[in-house]
Nanobody
Framework: QVQLVESGGGLVQPGGSLRLSCVVSGSIFSIYTMGWYRQAPGKQRELVAVITSGGTTSYADSVKDRFTISRDAAGNTVYLHTNSLKPEDTAVYYC?????????????WGQGTQVTVSK
């Protein structure tokens, strides 16, 4: 069984920063990508940032130059460093991973962590 557990969300003032973390665990054979999505009230879930097993990163235009995705050396923890936060960044942030277990490939989600940007 695969688990993705996020942490690091919270309430922050505009212009502030947060670091989100996500740890992937379970019977994992290989991890292809790890990424962050977010969903604001009344809106669809959207991609924020993704990092591949080779280290290639990609970002939504709305967060470029403000957010940075990274991972640890073991490759099973992904971080989202958020800077210059804006009220419109308020959302539930979900960790996602495309990976292979002994049962085959799959796409997995965490439970989400709330980020609220407000004075």
């Amino acid at each position: 069984q695969v688990q993705l557990v996020e942490s690091g969300g919270g309430l922050v003032q505009p212009g502030g920063s947060l670091r989100l973390s996500c740890v992937v665990s379970g019977s994992i054979f290989s991890i292809y990508t790890m990424g962050w999505y977010r969903q604001a009230p009344g809106k669809q879930r959207e991609l924020v940032a993704v990092i591949t097993s080779g280290g290639t990163t990609s970002y939504a235009d709305s967060v470029k130059d403000r957010f940075t995705i990274s991972r640890d050396a073991a490759g099973n923890t992904v971080y989202l460093h958020t800077n210059s936060l804006k009220p419109e960044d308020t959302a539930v942030y979900y960790c996602n991973s495309a990976l292979r277990t002994t049962a085959g490939p799959g796409n997995y989600w965490g439970q989400g962590t709330q980020v609220t940007v407000s004075k």
